[in-house]
């Protein structure tokens, strides 16, 4: 897990995007091949039209130069800041042409990226430190990438990124293999050398789990009572985490009990587009 805002790679978006230009510009935009001198130059100015954490500028900027390489480009804010309506994100001068032609894309991938971000810093500043927000595997497919660095760029932590990079005993495995038992003791017969995680719906569930000796505990969809008194049965051996209904108006509470973590799918299957816009002018 990570809560690092770091830079996302090109290798992680470039061919999302030009796939996503060639979606959106089929064999060519009509209207501006139209109405557009060839060779007129413009000027744009992405601003925010609500409050709002940035992510995904880097792939927005990214769209103009697959259309343009030429673009010039003036950053005003930065991933991960805090913007207020009105606020100036970036300035663009180029081809007018080119500046249409991406406009739409750009803003899908910054709309949707910041509107990840934002959710998470909700979450984040509900929680007030008392415990660590994470995502989950509920994203876009093939945006994975994209919508988990959105979720560290909003100050929120990623679980796993994939099947690959943690052991999570869901309660499907446990029906399949007969008990949480026979699931986590065929785990350790593996030798897998990786963090044990075992979901527990119930407080029986959880006592099992613990005897077993599994890493982390993950408490799902259970009451307020009832994650209570299993976080006092978890503490000081094993860590734990609280799934399943878990919203905004939710956390204050579910933060007071001082769980290790909370996972919310719904920073990225459910997360609303911010609004922005894109003003093209014509340069003098």
């Known amino acids: 897990m990570t809560a690092s ?11 999302i995007v030009r796939a996503a230009l060639c979606e959106d510009l089929g064999q060519g935009d009509r209207t501006t091949e139209a109405t ?21 500028l880097d792939i927005a900027l990214e769209v103009f130069r697959q259309v343009e390489p030429a673009v010039l480009v003036v950053n005003k804010k930065s991933d991960s800041q805090e913007c207020k309506a009105g606020d100036l994100v970036v300035a663009l001068e180029g081809n007018a042409k080119a500046l249409l032609k991406a406009e739409r894309t750009a803003l899908n991938f910054l709309q949707r990226l910041t509107g990840i971000a934002t959710a998470a810093r909700r979450y984040v500043k509900a929680a007030a430190s008392r415990t660590t927000i994470l995502d989950t595997r509920k994203t876009t497919p093939m945006f994975r990438a994209l919508e988990k660095y959105a979720v560290r760029a909003g100050g929120a ?33 593996k030798r897998l050398d990786m963090v044990i995680e075992v979901e527990a719906q119930n407080l029986t569930e959880v006592d099992e789990a613990l005897e077993l000796g599994v890493d982390i505990v993950l408490l ?52 609303a587009a911010v609004d922005m816009s894109l003003d093209i002018r014509s340069v003098p």
């Open 157 to 189: 932590v990623n679980h796993r990124f994939a099947l690959d990079d943690r052991l999570l005993i869901k309660d499907n495995h446990v029906r399949l293999a007969g008990s949480i038992s026979t699931a986590v003791n065929r785990v350790r017969a």
């Open 220 to 271: 799902d969809n259970m009451t307020l009572n009832e994650l209570r008194e299993a976080i006092v049965r978890c503490r000081g051996r094993a860590m734990t985490e609280v799934s399943g209904g878990v919203t905004l108006d939710r956390i204050d509470a579910l933060a007071a009990l001082q769980p290790t973590y909370i996972s919310v799918g719904s920073l990225t299957h459910s997360a």
């Open 36 to 56: 557009i001198a060839t060779g007129q130059r413009a000027r744009g100015e992405l601003r925010t039209k609500e409050w709002c954490v940035l992510a995904g």
């Open 5 to 15: 805002p770091e830079a996302l790679g090109i290798e992680f978006y470039r061919d």
